[in-house]
């Protein structure tokens, strides 16, 4: 078995670090919520609101060459592998600036320069595809590593037994990443998991699992670290960050599901204002540092805003260009609209009889 990384405290620079990682991404999804009202941004939105703990703290444990996949709610993933918010708000408004070229929009984002390898409308739908990436990583002896992010939903589909069976059996240099909210959609876990402990589900593989608060960066950072190295000793692992979720499901879910006092206490659980305070307490704060940082950041998020607004739209003949990697005999180009065949021509009148 790996040696279990040993724990090290967080400079301040590191700390705040974390901190405004943290406020970036809260800034930026608020932005993106007004802009979802206003119809800048289309189809489906989910908002990592309340999950910025996780966001900070697991993306800042990955090295540059490491991989990511994520589901659909990944807006905070990509921004904090270091993607523009430029880019990441182009993708947002379909805009062809975007980093997918304004064709996979909020769900599905994708940079290879990153190595983040995608977000996925499909509930589960990264998990297999994380894990062949893991597979390919093995076959070649590479040294990276995959972390694969996933809701709490997940883990109750086929898919996500059939993987962590797979890498465990074949050793895979993996890391499944839970984020529990404490709901899937708008059913509780407890009512839908016999084992609302997610992370325990590794037993079922011999694999070695933790729970982590995911509304503390550092203690994300930390538990994330320990699994990446078990993960590229050979032995995949389950990491379960407990997070809040403070918005619905969606941009566009109300939440009425949730009683006033589950709302109350997912407001009192905001992870932002809690960094906030601990790191205050230490010193490591100011109310002048936390106004700047937030200043600063609203500047950023309003550029971003203002670069997405000014981007063109892809052009309709740029429609098929990502439908594949490498070309495929015979697949179609043809255009909402267009006839499947050209249509025959018809029969000369020319000489028929009277």
Request: proline content about 5%.
């Amino acid at each position: 078995m790996p040696r279990k990384a040993r724990a090290v405290a967080p400079t301040p620079d590191e700390q705040l670090a974390f901190y405004r990682q943290m406020v970036q991404v809260r800034r930026f999804e608020e932005r993106a919520a007004r802009a979802y009202t206003e119809a800048k941004i289309g189809g489906y939105c989910h908002l990592n609101l309340g999950e910025e703990g996780t966001v900070a703290g697991l993306m800042a444990a990955m090295q540059p060459d490491d991989y990511i996949f994520t589901n659909y709610r990944e807006h905070g993933y990509a921004l904090a592998r270091g993607i523009a918010p430029e880019r990441v708000m182009a993708e947002l408004y379909g805009r062809s600036d975007g980093v997918s070229r304004g064709w996979g929009g909020s769900m599905h984002m994708f940079d290879i320069e990153s190595r983040f390898m995608g977000g996925y409308g499909i509930v589960g739908g990264q998990v297999p595809l994380a894990t062949g990436a893991a597979l390919a990583i093995d076959y070649r002896g590479g040294s990276e590593a995959v972390i694969c992010q996933m809701g709490e939903g997940t883990t109750n589909i086929g898919a996500f037994h059939e993987s962590l069976n797979i890498a465990a059996l074949w050793n895979l240099p993996i890391v499944y990443v839970v984020i529990n909210n404490g709901l899937g959609m708008g059913t509780t876990v407890e009512k839908s998991s016999a084992e609302p402990e997610l992370y325990k589900r590794a037993a079922s593989y011999r694999m070695a699992s933790a729970r982590v608060d995911g509304n503390d960066p550092e203690a994300v950072h930390e538990a994330t670290k320990v699994a990446l190295a078990s993960a590229r000793a050979g032995k995949p692992y389950l990491l379960e960050a407990v997070s809040g979720r403070m918005k619905g499901h969606s941009v566009v879910d109300p939440a009425k599901y949730r009683s006033k006092e589950e709302t109350e206490a997912a407001r009192a659980g905001d992870p932002v204002a809690a960094y906030a305070t601990r790191l205050s307490e230490k010193g490591v704060l100011t109310e002048e540092l936390i106004a700047q940082i937030d200043a600063e950041v609203r500047a950023e998020v309003t550029a971003a805003a203002e670069f997405a607004d000014a981007s063109p739209h892809p052009e309709v003949k740029t429609l098929f260009d990502y439908t594949y990697a490498t070309p495929v005999a015979n697949d179609s180009r043809r255009l909402p609209g267009e006839a499947l065949y050209p249509a025959a021509p018809r029969p000369s009148s020319k000489g028929a009889s009277a």
